[in-house]
């Protein structure tokens, strides 16, 4: 599940940058299916992926960590 949302992310962030999947990861110096399977929450990225990701996006790490539905205060 936590890989789901680190993909989802990457992939959102990836799209909005104007990469395609396959120039993203060329870019990165990983294969498409490894790309793929980040993004997709079948492989958990290692902390120097995201490193990667994050320069090569031009966005700071911390912009990358999913948000935590627990995080929202039900209080009114």
């Known amino acids: 599940m936590e890989a789901e949302k680190w993909g989802r992310r990457i992939r959102a962030f990836r799209k909005l940058k104007g990469y395609t999947q396959e120039g993203f990861a060329k870019e990165l110096g990983v ?3 490894i790309l793929g399977e980040v993004e997709r929450g079948n ?3 290692s902390k120097d992926f995201l490193e990667q ?3 090569l996006l031009n966005i700071h790490i911390d912009e990358l960590i999913p948000p ?3 995080d929202i205060d039900p209080s009114p």
Do not use: F
């Open 31 to 33: 294969s498409v299916s």
């Open 43 to 45: 492989r958990m990225p």
């Open 53 to 55: 990701v994050a320069a």
């Open 68 to 70: 935590e539905e627990n």
